[in-house]
């Protein structure tokens, strides 16, 4: 009797089996080509959900084939352990986040051993481990020794929710924290910087040298470094009697050949000129309610012009340096600080922003660069002066054209990279006025978090050495546990952790009480991974140098600036300290796709939650791998279908009852198993090719990652081999080749299904070794090439018939044998045939009138 199947009586065999074996434990081998497989590694936030198995599943699907395709394949596994996600979690359960990240840990490791994953459990990393959150302090401190470390005051991201300063990147559109969604606030606080500026050139040059990342992700780290080219230029400050003083104030412009243009002048809310400039004068108190209104808005609402543009007169004044014009300064809530030096000339004829401004405080605006066909531009002619000082416009104008207005450079071509804007800035420079310039949008990486669970910056204060790092060999600096984060307590609570001694002086000290960003722990986890277990040093050069960069990278969009921007910035700098001999650590990314239930993304709060372990229980981990797997796009967004698991289950069910049949009649190998007397020969031979192209298209598909794609192919192939046993008696059958397509299916499915095929293989088909260190099935493109083919024939752009050709029919064959077609000679007969269009080996089309 034919064993029925049944994943849950053979799943925890396997898997312990594989562990016993350590059969996806690697070693570095030189002989082998390597590849290095890694999905984004996860927080131990809790159980794993479907977003977990869909990533984790893309990622073992393409370990398991490199394997078998003859590679030594590294694929390890780890946690991002620190950081705000775990303490808020442990808050919120009153229990100590390391109780709580240690267990969930447990719990997750436990999940994704019943999924199959083929990890390498020896290299695993946790970042809150000691052995790992030393060597991300080394880091800090080499960082430091190179001039990347810098400590200062500046205006912060801060999160009431969160109680700690977010780096501008984890500020999502609309102001909120990343992690919580509570509202972003601005305050002004002493903090930690890693200079990720000083690579800013090259992080974006590089991009280019990545053809294996999504063009959406390089474009959106492209943006965010943001490169622009134009000019500085100094303005005079003016006094409260309006005259020149020994002061300036500098601007960055991307359009200096405008200069003529500028109307008045701005300053960010946070600018350091604003509280001298307006104090105890008539106009503080307006520009104080500029200010606080700014503070309760975002850095990112305010640059995307998202809120109501707001400003204020200062009363002070600044000089133009093309024309000597005195321009006001205001200040407004759409400049910030962060950006380019904090104060704009505002030019409302040629900034959309600046010209809404304008039309609100009844600013001039004057025009100075025309589009060629603009009916002004006739108007002014040669007109040095301004004879204009406002435009019929509904909108500025920022495109290429002619300058007007413009003093000595009336008639040059304006825009951006202009004649008349290099003419300007040439000007500008003669005269110390100004300097070619190029700016980047890229901040340095605020790291210091005012929260416990993460790693201690290893740093001391001193009164009187200052600030002081502490030496390498008192590694790592270690988080006390008593710390009672339920009560809102941090480091700085607790004077038995920072009070201490200074390295150099000796004397009394202060430790440095602020953690690391989490995102300096998951920056260099990957490297890791290639000497986990290194005790002496952070890893070995060799090691690193055989299993780096990653080949293949799998994560979500959702990191596309800001793990994946620090994680090339620290790979960067490791180069640049010897520790590795690249500059790009990820060759290929693949961003997976979301899973929605109801057309909205997965979460407890929606209530539409499908827990794996629940339908791991009813259907196995291999249905649900393979359901996950086929019903969309590795790239695309997957709607959740309890049919579409059950589907995959009954799929899984089929070529188990398949092979357990031909296992029955056939014993041996295909090599030496007795044949029928053949049978249907055509049956054998369009299943042998069947065979052969199916192999070929699951080998193409998976390399391109089109999973889905290549399990229909599957699927294919197992109704062909149900369609050559119906065309055929038991006593017909070629048992060879049977036994031939049971194994071959065993093996493509194999890394979709790793359980069910490994119990298929060994108990069922009679192997000894794993399937999944057997090799990957070979084809012969020439025999997976059908003999005959069938072509549609079109009259007047409907399908009327199909002709059967043979495959290597010429045209001339091909049409004849269409228009002799009987449907064919009706529906052409006594009209006349105007074309015949073929196009090979698929479509006949006929045009009659």
Known sequence: MTRQFAPHEFEEKW????????????????????????????????DIHMGHVRNYSIGDVVARYSTMRGMNVLHPIGWDAFGLPAENAAIKSGTHPATWTYGNIEKQ???????????????????????????????????WERGLVERKASPVNWCPGCKTVLANEQVLAGGVCWRCGSVVEKRELEQWYFKITEYAQELLDTLDELPGWPERVKTMQANWIGRSEGAEVDFTLCDADGEPTERT?????????????CTFFLLAPEHPLVDELVSGTEHEDAVRSVVETSARETAIDRAAGEVEKIGAFTGRFVINPVNGEKVPVWVSNYVLMEYGTGAVMAVPCGDQRDFEFARTYGLPIPP????????????????????????????????????????????KPGGKDSEGMRAVTEWLAERGAGRFSVNFRLRDWLISRQRYWGNPIPA????????????????????????????????????????????????????????????????????????????????????????????????????????????RFFT?????????DFG??????????????????????????????????????????????????????????????????????????????????????????????????????????????????????????QFNTALAAMMELLNAAGEYRRATSDDERDVALEREVAETLVLLLAPYAPYMCEELWRELLGHDGSVHREPWPTYDASLAAADEIEIAVQVNGKVRGRVVVGASASEDAVRSAALALPRIVEQTEGRTIHKVVVVPGKLVSIVVK
């Open 368 to 411: 100075v660069v025309l589009a060629e066909d603009d009916p002004l531009l006739a108007q002014l002619g040669a007109e040095r002066g301004r004879a204009i000082d406002d435009v019929p416009w509904a909108e500025a104008y920022d495109g290429p054209g002619v300058m007007v207005q413009s003093g000595a450079f009336t008639g």
């Open 15 to 46: 898997q312990s089996a594989w562990e016993s074996a350590r059969l996806y434990s690697v070693a570095e081998d030189p002989d082998r080509p390597k590849k290095y497989v890694l999905e984004m590694f996860p927080y131990p936030s809790g």
């Open 584 to 705: 790009e650590p990820f060759t290929n990314l693949l961003t997976q796709g979301m899973v929605k239930k109801d057309g909205e993304v997965m979460s407890k709060s929606r209530g539409n939650v499908v827990a794996p372990e629940d339908m791991i229980a009813e259907f196995g981990a291999d249905a649900l791998r393979a359901y996950i797997l086929f019903m969309a796009p590795p790239d695309k967004d997957l709607e959740w279908s309890q049919e579409g698991l059950e589907g995959a289950y009954r799929f899984l069910g089929r070529v188990w009852r398949y092979v357990a049949e031909v296992a029955e009649r056939a014993e041996g190998t295909a090599a030496d198993a007795e044949r029928g007397n053949g049978g249907d020969a055509d049956a054998g031979k369009a299943l042998r090719r069947e065979r052969h192209r199916v192999v070929g298209k699951v080998t193409d598909d998976i390399e391109r990652f």
């Open 249 to 261: 104030i500098t601007v960055f412009t991307t359009r200096p050949d405008t200069l003529f243009g």
């Open 109 to 143: 490791a436990a999940s994704f051993k019943r999924m199959g994953f083929s990890y390498d459990w020896d290299r695993t990393v946790v970042t809150c481990d000691e052995d790992y959150h030393r060597w991300g302090q080394w880091i800090f401190l080499k960082f």
């Open 460 to 567: 001391v204060h001193c009164d009187a050495c200052g600030l002081v790092p502490v030496p390498e060999d008192e590694l790592p600096v270690r988080l006390p546990r008593e710390v009672d984060i339920t009560k809102g307590e941090t480091l700085a609570d607790h004077p038995e952790f920072y009070e201490t001694t200074c390295p150099r002086c000796g004397g009394a000290a202060r430790r440095e009480t602020d953690t690391m960003d989490t995102f300096t722990c998951s920056s260099w986890y990957y490297f890791r991974y290639c000497d986990a277990r290194n005790g002496d040093a952070i890893w070995d050069v060799d090691n690193v140098g055989y299993w780096m960069p990653v080949d293949q990278y799998i994560g979500g969009i959702e990191h596309a600036i800001l793990h994946l921007l620090y994680s």
């Open 572 to 580: 960067k700098v490791f180069r640049d300290m010897g520790l590795c």
